[in-house]
């Protein structure tokens, strides 16, 4: 199994950016696609971005296309997600999480990191 830990949260201004980080350790990094979610207070989570095994293709949920970039460094088992142009409704807890068979919304995720705080204030 692959263990995920997430940094990189904060507060931040709207019109901002952030860089989260995903770090994976114990299986090879290359063996997964990577996807981040996020979870805002009383909503469920969500879908926001997903990138392929060796990085070569992405997705990315319609409210953040455009501002948010998602990518992956195998040979430093860390995924990214740059995120500009940042907005309120952006605030929530983002999270990382491994697939072996797709980066798409829809796909298995079975490892999961903790999460990191973002707050986007106005």
């Known amino acids: 199994q692959v263990q995920l830990v997430e940094s990189g949260g904060g507060s931040v201004q709207a019109g901002d950016s952030l860089r989260l980080s995903c770090v994976g350790s114990g299986r090879t990094f290359s063996d997964y696609c990577i996807g981040w979610f996020r979870q805002a207070p009383g909503k469920e989570r969500e879908f926001v971005a997903g990138?392929?095994?060796?990085?070569?293709?992405?997705n990315y949920a319609d409210s953040v296309k455009g501002r948010f970039t998602i990518s992956k460094n195998n040979a430093e088992s860390t995924a990214y997600l740059q995120m500009n142009s940042m907005k309120p409704e952006d605030t929530a807890v983002y999270s990382c999480?491994?697939?072996?068979?797709?980066?798409?919304?829809?796909?298995?995720?079975?490892?999961w990191g903790r999460g990191t705080q973002v707050t986007v204030s106005s």
């Open positions: 990138v392929s095994w060796t990085a070569g293709r992405t």
């Open positions: 999480a491994a697939s072996a068979l797709n980066f798409t919304a829809e796909a298995q995720y079975d490892y």
